[in-house]
Each structure stands twice: as structure tokens, then as C-alpha cells.
């Protein structure tokens, strides 16, 4: 069946346009290297083509402060510097590039609640470490943390799950959030005495009302789709027990055997193993509604692999009856 509207993807060059560079990790080539492998498999025949979207200011401010985004528009037009201490650089049109993944992703989520599609996919999002005030670690506008302001400012949706299993912990998600008994996450990353951030261990659950609202699970260098497959009933379980009215599916590849700057070992098993997971409890807890987000993965093979088993398990879970 072509564009069959019960799975959205978001494709196109304004998206592709978020990356630093050929030779950074964070390429401007991923988003094609995702889709073509797609095609290849015919799951763009399948799913509702969406082009990009672009976020206005006042929505990247639902989250990021105002003087933080003015900075990213300056050093955008001017194209230089750096927009934290080394990992993100500035270039012609990083704000309008960053503005698409956060627009993007908020499309997804109206689409989703106007019933115009059941889950969504944006490929280039998911950039989960960048702070309020400040870009960190390839992520200029934590799109994630603007989507779950969204969903609480303009759609009434208080309890959110964030799902996390990209390498890296989603440390701009989780100190944003660490006090808000809302937002329930759960993120299984590599121990952070080994990777970037170096936060999310396991003793951090949350502060004051919101202490046993989220759940890391560090993962050792190493761990592999059985190590993946073990700790999965604990996230599941914790996801379950907080009955969400919505879930967010960060699915970054970097997790995957090969990665050149992670050391975990998973296949694209463990990501279509994830988001079958998560869909079927979607269709328990809320209605079926999930975005994925692609999050990082920087061996372009393991990208593609990983994000079109996402993509099929979202196409070919079944919906609640």
C-alpha cells in the first residue's frame, strides 16, 4: 500500500541540512544515507511522506531560554565560532537547519493527536543534549525537550514517557526534567565512566517529587543484543507502571557493534526489538501515540540498519483492535 498514513516519516533537504560538516561525525549525509536503504527495502512505498517544518522562535522558547537562541541565530548568520566548547560548530544556517528538526518534530506530534497518522519517525531529531541555555554534544535545540513542553503548553498532555537508547545518556532531557514527576524516562546508555556525558548513573531516579520518576541503566562497554535484551524488562515494566498519555522513542545507532566514537555492541535486532516493544505498549497505555526520534549513530551503515527496523516495527506492529 503507497503513503499509507498510519506511519509518518519526515524527509527532505531542510532536514538533511542539520550536520557540520562532511568529516564531523555528525555529517549533512545521514538523512540520505537512511532513506535510500528505505527505498532499497520498499518501506517508502509503505509509509506518509512528510516534507520538513520549520519551528518559529516562540516554539524553540517553549524550552530554550531567549538570549540562548538569539546567540544560535547570530553566530548562524555570521557562521563562526562554536556553539559549546568544541563538539558543535557554528555554519550558515545552523539555526534555520536546528529550527527544522524541532518543527519537524512538532508536526509529527499533531499530526499523531489529530489522528492523521498512528506514529511518526524524524530521522534527523532526537538531539538530546543540549541544554536550556547552552548546545552540547552535536545538538544545538534539544528538540525533545521542546516537543514535551508542546505537548503539555498546547495539547494537555501531562505524562510523557521518553524512551532513550542511543550510546549517549540524554542528559539535556534529563536535568531539564529531573524534578518534574511527569516526565518519566528511562534511557539505557553506556556507563558514563566510559562515554560522553558521563552522567545517568544509576542511583539518579529524580530530585524531590520527582525521585523514582526515571530510570538509568548503564550499560557496560561491550554489552551486546543479550545484554540489551535483559535490561529491556526493567525499562518496559517502569514505562507500563507510569501509564503515559504519550511516547517519545529516542533510537539513536550509535549503540550499534562498530560505531567509530561508542563502545557498546548491539545489532538492529535490539532497536526493532525496542520499538516493537514500545509500539505494543503505546497501544496499551495511550492510544498507540509514539515519535521516534533518530538520535545519533555515526557508522552510516549501522545508521541505516537501525533506523529502517525501527521504521518496519512501526509499520508492522499491529494497532489495538
Known amino acids: 500500500m503507497k503513503n499509507d498514513p498510519a506511519v509518518c516519516v519526515y524527509v527532505g533537504e531542510?532536514?538533511?541540512?542539520?550536520?557540520?560538516?562532511?568529516?564531523?561525525?555528525?555529517?549533512?549525509?545521514?538523512?540520505?544515507?537512511?532513506?535510500?536503504?528505505?527505498?532499497?527495502?520498499?518501506?517508502?512505498?509503505?509509509?506518509?511522506?512528510?516534507?520538513?517544518?520549520?519551528?518559529?522562535?516562540?516554539?524553540?522558547?517553549?524550552?530554550?531560554?531567549?538570549?540562548?537562541?538569539?546567540r544560535v541565530k547570530a553566530q548562524s548568520a555570521s557562521g563562526a565560532g562554536y556553539l559549546d566548547f568544541g563538539d558543535t560548530p557554528a555554519y550558515p544556517g545552523v539555526y534555520e537547519a536546528a529550527a527544522h528538526v524541532v518543527g519537524s518534530g512538532l508536526d509529527a506530534v499533531a499530526?499523531?493527536?489529530?489522528?492523521?497518522?498512528?506514529?511518526?519517525?524524524?530521522?534527523?531529531?532526537?538531539?538530546?543534549?543540549?541544554?536550556?541555555?547552552?548546545?552540547?554534544?552535536?545538538?544545538?535545540?534539544?528538540?525533545?525537550?521542546?516537543?514535551?513542553?508542546?505537548?503539555?503548553?498546547?495539547?494537555?498532555?501531562?505524562?510523557?514517557?521518553?524512551?532513550?537508547?542511543?550510546?549517549?545518556?540524554?542528559?539535556g532531557v534529563f536535568y531539564a526534567f529531573e524534578a518534574d514527576p511527569e516526565l518519566i524516562f528511562a534511557d539505557m546508555h553506556e556507563d558514563g565512566r566510559y562515554l560522553y556525558p558521563g552522567t545517568g548513573a544509576a542511583e539518579e531516579t529524580g530530585q524531590g517529587a520527582a525521585a523514582g520518576s526515571k530510570l538509568n541503566v548503564p550499560m557496560s562497554p561491550g554489552a551486546d543484543d543479550t545484554a540489551f535484551f535483559d535490561a529491556w524488562h526493567w525499562v518496559e515494566a517502569f514505562v507500563r507502571a507510569a501509564e503515559p498519555e504519550f511516547i517519545l522513542f529516542q533510537c539513536g545507532a550509535d549503540s550499534l557493534a562498530d560505531d567509530p566514537i561508542t563502545h557498546l555492541r548491539y545489532s538492529a535486532e535490539a532497536h526493532a526489538f525496542a520499538a516493537t516493544h514500545l509500539c505494543r505498549l503505546a497501544e496499551e497505555c495511550c492510544a498507540g501515540r509514539i515519535l521516534a526520534l533518530g538520535g545519533g549513530g555515526y557508522n552510516r551503515h549501522n545508521l541505516a540498519q537501525a533506523w529502517t527496523a525501527v521504521l518496519r516495527a512501526f509499520l508492522d506492529t499491529p494497532a489495538a483492535p
Open 14 to 70: 531542510p532536514l538533511a541540512r542539520y550536520g557540520f560538516g562532511h568529516g564531523h561525525p555528525f555529517g549533512p549525509d545521514r538523512l540520505d544515507t537512511f532513506w535510500r536503504e528505505a527505498q532499497r527495502r520498499g518501506l517508502d512505498e509503505r509509509v506518509c511522506v512528510c516534507p520538513p517544518v520549520a519551528a518559529g522562535q516562540d516554539a524553540i522558547e517553549l524550552f530554550h531560554t531567549h538570549d540562548y537562541v538569539e
Open 111 to 171: 499530526r499523531i493527536l489529530a489522528g492523521r497518522c498512528r506514529r511518526a519517525f524524524v530521522p534527523i531529531g532526537g538531539l538530546h543534549h543540549a541544554r536550556r541555555d547552552a548546545a552540547a554534544g552535536f545538538c544545538v535545540f534539544n528538540d525533545c525537550g521542546v516537543i514535551i513542553e508542546a505537548l503539555r503548553a498546547h495539547h494537555g498532555i501531562r505524562r510523557v514517557a521518553y524512551v532513550d537508547i542511543d550510546a549517549h545518556h540524554g542528559d
